[in-house]
């Protein structure tokens, strides 16, 4: 390999996942060398090099505008800047205004940046679908002739028998036939603890088996999976054109029939009602698509919105596009998800009750002497708490798991059993607490011992460890921080049960709580919230998150925290995981609307004053050029006031 072929191929891959771009970049370059050429009086070299622009940076917009006016019978403003442009070029030649050539240029160049934007967006929607898709497995493990053989996923037949292993990921919903295991379904449900499942329950695709292997049975065709409707949920809510883009796409379609249709008159009329000659006719015609171009009127907006993205990345929020940056401060509901957004999504252990004659640190310490023999999540935290309480743990001997009760084994020549109430033969005072402490949404774990050592020796309870998912130590603040912003409807949405979620949204003020959902059920509930409150944001992290997080008016993931999916599907992403940093980007997202208000206003101004002024005969060519680059420049300067904090 040479020095320089591995720069020459990476120009290649980008220029073919990026063709808009390259096109832009290439028309930008030409523009600034053939106003260069100009000044230095190099006439036969820039009139050799603009129209490279103009073929470079304009064919896109000439093809889409002929496109939809041949088919569709509509003129767009693709066709109107390109009718502009090449308008003040012929201008520039006939009146040796060469300029004039350098201005349609710009013009053009314009549009081929928003043609590069609209590329990259739809580039970020297909990546989003194949993160989705990487998720499933590509094969399955098939019982069949009493062996096993691996079978393509899209293969699979209702009736198929299924063998999974431990740690593997499911391959397609199926129900257990054979087997127990603990099943992460966070991905798919929210769920923040692994879900107990045995025989005749069913498991989703694209979960992860835990400790036991498990032989299912297909019962549906793996095209109706969960995971399968996931993905066909976020390709529907993407793909799908907001209104705003719709009256956005009819307003430019209209202005442009305005604009040619005013056009046409003033090229035509003043001869025969004002006495006009026809070159002053033309001239002023042409004077006319030239200021009437909306390059004020797009300026009004990018660059205010551009600047707001570099604001928000600087206090660590990725707007990935502007519109989005509008629409958040148009926001007056967020629904949130629990598991991973308002709460850590790690299990800790929140309390130790230990029975009479024992302590705290006594129940701990032979509890995750114990535990460090399993690979359930509450047994993880169980350790991790011992581990920060620097507490010595012994060896564990004769370890045995009870499926769907506990574990026991043997510290310190001691029976150490730990499990639910009726797997240490529990009953004690600690019933009622423990009673209370699963109301609030904590999973209770029992732990006992023995000094025997027959075969059916008697268990002591030694105390009880509630372990739960945390809240985030900002949550609360931001809910309050929300609502003294005006955002009047705060909801939650979780797979988990409505104990917990229940529990959790006391502890944070939030009134309006959705539980159990499956994915499909927040899509449903994102689209019911936005019948009532219009402008919705979905604040998520899960993979399970993904279809809502598209149907929503922003979708918004946590940075550090977010599935690939999640951060794929978003429109906003909280880099740091910092919840407080909503009320920022709200706040952004209002000041970014001002803004544009402003601009917009002041564009339509000039635009109407330089209209009057022409008609009257008061200015000439280039004074046209001045007001319409001197009101583009202005309203882009006024957009860059979103760069301060």
């Known amino acids: 390999m040479t020095p320089n072929s591995l720069p020459i191929s990476r120009l290649w891959r980008l220029a073919a996942e990026h063709p808009d771009a390259l096109t832009a970049a290439l028309c930008g370059i030409l523009v600034i060398l053939g106003s260069l050429a100009l000044q230095f009086g190099w006439l036969g070299l820039a009139v050799f090099i603009l129209p490279a622009a103009y073929v470079i940076g304009g064919y896109s917009s000439t093809r889409e505008g002929l496109t939809t006016l041949f088919q569709e019978r509509e003129l767009d403003v693709d066709l109107l800047m390109i009718v502009a442009a090449l308008g003040a070029a012929g201008l520039g030649l006939w009146r040796q205004e060469y300029h004039l050539i350098v201005d349609g240029a710009v013009l053009i160049l314009i549009f081929a940046i928003s043609g590069a934007l609209e590329g990259y967006a739809m580039q970020r929607t297909e990546r989003s679908i194949r993160s989705l898709m990487s998720l499933t497995a590509d094969t399955a493990r098939v019982v069949m002739y009493g062996g096993e053989r691996f079978v393509a996923i899209d293969k699979l037949e209702i009736g198929d028998y299924i063998l999974v292993k431990p740690g593997e990921i499911i391959p397609t919903d199926a129900i257990i036939i054979e087997g127990y295991s603990a099943i992460d379904q966070a991905s798919i449900t929210g769920e923040s603890m692994p879900v107990e499942k045995t025989k005749g329950d069913e498991v989703y695709a694209g979960t992860i088996n835990g400790v036991g292997a498990l032989k299912l049975e297909v019962h549906k065709t793996p095209e109706s999976s ?174 045995q798991a009870k499926i769907g009760q506990g574990i026991v084994g043997k510290v310190n020549n001691q029976i150490i059993a730990i499990g639910k109430a009726e797997f240490v033969e529990a009953t004690s005072e600690l019933t009622q607490i423990s009673q209370q402490l699963q109301a609030e949404g904590k999973t209770v774990v029992w732990v006992a011992k023995s000094d025997g050592v027959g075969p059916s020796p008697v268990l002591r309870l030694l105390g009880i460890i509630a372990v739960a998912d945390t809240l985030r130590p900002e949550a609360a603040a931001t809910v309050k921080r929300l609502q003294k912003l005006g955002v009047e409807h705060i909801i939650m949405l979780t797979g988990d049960n409505e104990q917990t979620a229940q529990h959790i949204a006391r502890q944070l003020g939030i009134n309006e709580v959705y539980a159990e959902l499956l994915p499909e059920d927040k899509v449903q509930a994102i689209k019911q919230l936005q019948t009532q409150y219009q402008t919705v944001a979905m604040v998520g992290d899960g993979i399970n998150d993904a279809p809502a997080l598209a149907q929503a008016s922003v979708g918004i993931a946590m940075g550090i925290s977010g599935s690939d999916v999640a951060l794929e599907t978003a429109d906003i992403v909280l880099i740091t995981d910092k919840l407080e940093q909503l009320a920022k980007a709200i706040s952004l997202g209002r000041r970014a609307q001002k803004v544009v208000k402003q601009n917009i206003v002041f564009a339509l101004s000039c635009i109407v004053l330089l209209l009057a002024a022409n008609f009257f005969g008061n200015i000439t060519m280039p004074f046209g050029v001045i007001g319409h680059e001197g009101s583009t420049v202005i309203v882009t300067l006024s957009g860059l006031r979103l760069l301060r904090n």
């Open 226 to 399: 969960l995971i399968q409707r996931v993905i066909r949920l976020v390709q529907e809510a993407q793909t799908a054109a907001p209104p705003s883009q719709m009256f956005v796409e009819k307003f430019e379609r209209g202005y442009a029939k305005l604009i040619v249709g005013l056009g046409l008159l003033l090229a035509t009329l003043p001869p025969f009602v004002l006495g006009w000659n026809w070159e002053e006719t033309i001239y002023r015609a042409l004077i006319f698509l030239v200021v009437a171009s909306p390059c004020a009127l797009m300026a009004s907006i990018m660059p205010a919105l551009l600047s707001g993205i570099a604001n928000g990345a600087r206090q660590g929020i990725l707007f990935k596009s502007g519109a989005q940056l509008e629409m958040i401060g148009k926001v007056r509901a967020i629904a949130f998800d629990k598991t991973g957004t308002l709460t850590t999504g790690k299990p800790e252990v929140i309390q130790i009750v230990p029975a009479a004659g024992y302590t705290e640190t006594e129940v701990l310490q032979l509890a995750a002497a114990l535990e460090a023999h399993s690979e359930h999540a509450i047994a993880s935290s169980i350790v991790s708490a011992a581990h920060q309480q620097q507490l010595q743990l012994s060896t564990a001997t004769d370890v």
